[in-house]
């Protein structure tokens, strides 16, 4: 109990540093740091499928592309963030009525089931669980995996007709 009270201390202290840091790379640095710490208090809570996927895909995944992301800009002054935000805005205004109307049909359409409390370890199976239980989350990680894709792709389109 002691050790998971100093881990949830550590792991505050880290957010801490990572919202509070000027850098963004240092900022970076203490979000890995809090996954990790995240992961061991995953691993001492019994969770360790969902400490794996913290520890592979926050603490290495994410990290790796915040650090490439903060290695590949530039800063830009205050003027070209106006009219890079004015030409977005006329290009891409249509985005979030699409998003919301996805939402919407998705809210409709898709039947969540009940939750069951006494479930037999036949039915507790990884796939079971995340493909049968667990479809709602997983359609909203597709949905914001795809929209990481998107805003990448509308990043580096962004800056390849730039160079031109």
């Keep these: 109990m002691t050790l998971i009270l100093i881990l949830l201390i550590a792991l505050i202290a880290s957010a801490l540093w990572a919202i ?24 001492l809570l019994d969770a360790p499928l969902a400490a794996v996927f913290e520890l ?3 603490a290495g995944l994410i990290t790796v592309i915040f650090v490439s ?10 003027d070209e963030l106006k009219q890079q935000t004015k030409n977005r805005i006329k ?25 069951k409390f006494f479930a037999s370890y ?12 667990r479809q709602t989350d997983m359609l909203g990680q597709i949905i ?11 990043l580096f389109k962004e800056g390849f007709n730039n160079d031109k």
Excluded: H, Q
């Design 20 to 43: 509070l840091t000027r850098s963004l790379l240092m900022s970076a640095v203490g979000l890995a740091v809090a996954s990790i710490i995240l992961t061991a208090l995953l691993f």
């Design 56 to 58: 592979s895909v926050c």
């Design 69 to 78: 992301t903060i290695s590949l800009t530039k800063p830009i002054t205050r």
């Design 91 to 115: 290009r891409y205004w249509y985005l979030p009525v699409i998003v919301v109307a996805l939402f919407i049909i998705l809210g409709y359409n898709l039947a969540v089931p009940e939750p």
């Design 122 to 133: 036949a039915e507790l199976d990884v796939r079971n669980v995340i493909w049968k239980l």
């Design 144 to 154: 914001l995996i795809l929209t990481g894709v998107f805003g990448v792709v509308v």
